[in-house]
Nanobody
Framework: QVQLVESGGGSVQAGGSVRLSCAASGRTFSLYVVSWFRQAVGKERDFVAA????????YYLDSVEGRFTISRDIAKNTVTLQMNSLTPGDTAVYYC??????????????????WGQGTQVTVSS
């Protein structure tokens, strides 16, 4: 089993920045990718960004590329999502998820086996 614990989040004005962290523990050697998803009220849980566990590849939703940066601290088993130039459209609960394979950019959230508890990000105009 793998446990994921998110931290960070909060409220910020448009144009501001927020940093999210996801700490992984347990059988992390079985992981291939860690992704961030987000779910706004009344909407589906959507992919935002991903990084392979060996930190060699990153993937982004088109609308966040250039504003968000995903990275991994190998020593700390932590994946970070730095979010800049935030807009009200980025308001959502953000979830960290992990899987033992890469399912592709359009893969549904249900394919990911491990999930964190979620953290709220609210961007006001």
């Amino acid at each position: 089993q793998v446990q994921l614990v998110e931290s960070g989040g909060g409220s910020v004005q448009a144009g501001g920045s927020v940093r999210l962290s996801c700490a992984a523990s347990g059988r992390t050697f079985s992981l291939y990718v860690v992704s961030w998803f987000r779910q706004a009220v009344g909407k589906e849980r959507d992919f935002v960004a991903a990084i392979t566990w060996n930190a060699t590849m990153t993937y982004y939703l088109d609308s966040v590329e250039g504003r968000f940066t995903i990275s991994r601290d190998i020593a700390k088993n932590t994946v970070t999502l730095q979010m800049n130039s935030l807009t009200p459209g980025d308001t959502a609960v953000y979830y960290c998820a992990a899987a033992d394979r890469w399912y592709g950019l359009g893969a549904p959230a249900r394919l990911y086996r491990y999930w964190g508890q979620g953290t709220q990000v609210t961007v006001s105009s």
